[in-house]
């Protein structure tokens, strides 16, 4: 386990005694609550457990980042849609790559209004070149 402080473009962390790493936020690919820690899951599968809340990540880089449960942030440009388990009341948000992580019913809200907004940027941007 290590301490972790934040840093403008990521996260200082301790992986050896005195030698604080740090790493950027393109490394990372989402966090995850591990008990009273958090999980950094990094792009190249290796996980770094730190003493942190993942909310307070969440918040400081929320321009990147966006929390879809109460125990996981994902990457916000990772998220390609979301959807219903069949029968179910599960949401999953479906990342690239194939994965999907659960996702809570008030965290979806977000996670829809953030997609729809894509959506719109990118209808948008093409209207306008075909007018042009």
């Given amino acids: 386990m290590s301490y972790a402080a934040l840093a403008p473009n990521g996260l200082l962390v301790n992986l050896k005694i005195g030698q604080p790493t740090l790493i950027t936020l393109d490394e990372i690919s989402h966090f995850a609550a591990a008990d009273k820690y958090g999980e950094i899951h990094l792009r190249d599968g290796k ?23 109460r125990d996981t942030v994902v990457r916000r440009s990772e998220i390609l849609d979301y959807r219903r388990v069949k029968d179910t009341a599960n949401i999953l948000a479906v990342m690239t790559g194939g994965r999907e992580f659960a996702m809570s019913r008030r965290h979806a809200r977000e996670v ?21």
């Fill in 112 to 132: 829809r209004k953030m997609l729809q907004a894509r959506m719109m940027a990118k209808h948008s941007w093409t209207s306008k070149e075909h007018t042009l």
């Fill in 47 to 69: 996980v770094v457990l730190i003493h942190y809340a993942i909310t307070r990540i969440a918040e400081a880089f929320a321009d990147q980042f966006i929390m879809i449960k």
